[in-house]
């Protein structure tokens, strides 16, 4: 740890500045062939031909943008600021200069991140695509998303994900799970849970990681805390409503009260974790829980075999679906802890994304569309011990047995002849 003081003369950016800016803590991470020096918050240009002590700040950066140099202004010198103008992924559209009102730099993207339209100034700062920098040392074009380095070009990582055994339906290269429009890849944190349930969020993917708080005398009290991946999902102090996120945004929210929330709750109840002849226990998969929500989307579609309103809700009566009167699905919620004690909350916070993600999506098309699926469209039944539901109506359907623990799927000659 160090501090100093020190007067920028002349940066990169050939801003003529004289801020006199106080550093702490300068240890030095990277420098590219630019000469450019990275610090946490701090952007150092250093020299050529020279040591490091001659590097001079050139951005201070802010959460919404950065300070470079300093500029007159009614006589005096003052921080210069700029600001950026973000879209909803958080893309960098435009720089903005505040001391004159004027836009530095305006960048336009592919759905990819690859820049197809750049104005002027692309020179001033490089952080852009979901805020995130762009290295073109060499010709190279890649952002630095600090956990992995990924190529806008191919819309791939270089790496695999550290927890790709936990999303094996994805590519372990794959940015955003192939959305890009609609998801965004902060920089590969995961969420971190203490034994109590109290949890937070933070980059890296250790499997423990330690924090000290204060306790009640002002002792200091060391809490270690497990990662339990990239999603989350925290219900509200009432139990109502769930608040799904993946890393740090939050990417949908259900409210257990209306029809999709009823139908995200049969899901889990109907999902699960499943324990084969062996005593292994597994949750059901992303797929599986596809096939399940396609059999209520089905089924809803078929009042006259199947009653119901129009409504998820009144299509799951006790007469078709045992799991009505489970404390699953009249109190999601009250499972939480239970399930996180017996399977762990990584297993628990991984099917409740997949429960969110069958219950928000049309299922049958995702089937059809995604997984191959032509019968998607006529599934009515399934099981996880072989039950045949329609018994001697029955027609079996062909599904991918390696991607979900149902054994049997089915459809019924009496609605689909």
């Not at 989307?297 to 009167?325: C, D, I, M, V």
Request: hydrophobic residues 30%; glycine residues 8%; aromatic residues 14%.
């Amino acid at each position: 740890m160090s501090t100093g003081y020190q007067i920028i003369e002349q940066d990169k950016l050939h801003f003529v500045t004289f801020l006199v800016v106080r550093w702490i803590d300068n240890h030095y991470d990277v420098i590219d062939e630019d000469t450019w020096l990275y610090d946490d918050n701090y952007d150092y240009s250093i020299w050529r031909n020279t040591d490091m002590d001659a590097a001079s700040l050139a951005r201070l950066k802010t959460p919404e943008g950065y300070i470079a140099g300093s500029v007159r202004l009614s006589g005096r010198w003052v921080a210069n600021h700029f600001y950026y103008r973000k879209d909803h992924l958080g893309n960098n559209r435009e720089v903005w200069r505040a001391s004159n009102n004027s836009v530095i730099q305006r960048t336009q993207y592919n759905a990819s991140g690859l820049p197809w339209y750049e104005s002027e100034g692309q020179h001033m700062q490089p952080y852009k695509y979901g805020g995130k920098e762009f290295d073109r040392m060499h010709g190279l074009d890649w952002y630095d998303f600090h956990a992995r380095m990924q190529d806008p070009v191919l819309q791939r990582f270089h790496t695999m994900d550290p927890m790709v055994e936990e999303y094996y339906s994805v590519s372990p290269y794959a940015y955003c799970g192939n959305n890009p429009v609609n998801r965004i890849d902060p920089d590969g944190k995961d969420w971190y849970e203490d034994e109590n349930g109290n949890a937070f969020w933070q980059e890296g993917d250790d499997e423990t990681v330690t924090r000290t708080h204060t306790g009640e005398n002002g002792e200091s009290i060391t809490i270690e805390y497990k990662n339990v991946g990239q999603y989350y999902t925290i219900p509200t102090f009432d139990n109502s409503t769930l608040l799904h996120f993946d890393q740090s945004n939050i990417i949908g929210v259900t409210e257990l009260d209306s029809d999709i929330g009823k139908k995200y709750s049969m899901l889990a109840a109907e999902g699960g974790w499943i324990k084969d002849n062996n005593g292994t226990v597994q949750r059901e998969t992303l797929y599986g829980l596809y096939i399940i929500g396609a059999s209520m989307e089905n089924r809803l579609n078929n009042p006259k075999f199947f009653p119901n309103s129009g409504t998820f809700e009144s299509l799951f009566s006790p007469e078709q679906y045992n799991a009505a009167n489970h404390s699953t699905y009249k109190n999601l919620p009250s499972k939480f802890s239970q399930w996180k004690n017996w399977y762990g909350t990584k297993d628990v916070m991984g099917y409740l994304n997949a429960v969110y993600s069958a219950s928000v999506n049309n299922c049958v098309n995702i089937l059809q569309s995604k997984y191959g699926f032509v019968d998607a469209n006529k599934i009515l039944g399934y099981s996880h011990n072989g039950y045949i539901v329609f018994q001697r109506l029955s027609l079996p359907l062909q599904y991918d047995k390696s991607k979900t623990l149902l054994k049997s799927v089915e459809t019924s000659r009496n609605v689909f002849p």
